[in-house]
């Protein structure tokens, strides 16, 4: 898979590892929406947490607010680093 990316964080409860990928990334964004954020972040994170810190994550993604600060370090980490620029259009004639 590309753009695949291991992102440790050190947390509360210890430290916490993830494997990501491009499509767990994506099936993330994809299912974020303005009324339901906690459960795809913390979905998110279960599905790509390594099968030895998942005890850890379940107990911290109990704690109020962890899943989306923890998922925003995670996704900050696992984005590249973007500098784009839009260039002015030059102006429509007028008719």
Do not use: R
């Not at 099968?51 to 109020?64: D, I, M, N, R, Y």
């Not at 962890?66 to 260039?87: M, S, T």
Request: glycine fraction near 4%; proline fraction near 6%; avoid cysteine.
């Amino acid at each position: 898979m590309a753009f695949e990316k291991k992102i440790t964080v050190e947390t509360s409860k210890g430290e916490i590892t993830f494997n990501i990928n491009a499509n767990d990334y994506n099936k993330y964004l994809n299912a974020t929406q303005p009324n339901n954020k906690v459960q795809p972040a913390t979905n998110f994170l279960l599905d790509t947490v390594i099968e030895s810190h998942v005890a850890k994550l379940k107990e911290l993604v109990q704690e109020p607010g962890a899943p989306l600060f923890l998922v925003g370090a995670v996704v900050e980490e696992y984005q590249p680093e973007f500098n784009f620029k839009v260039k002015k259009s030059k102006a429509e004639p007028s008719k």
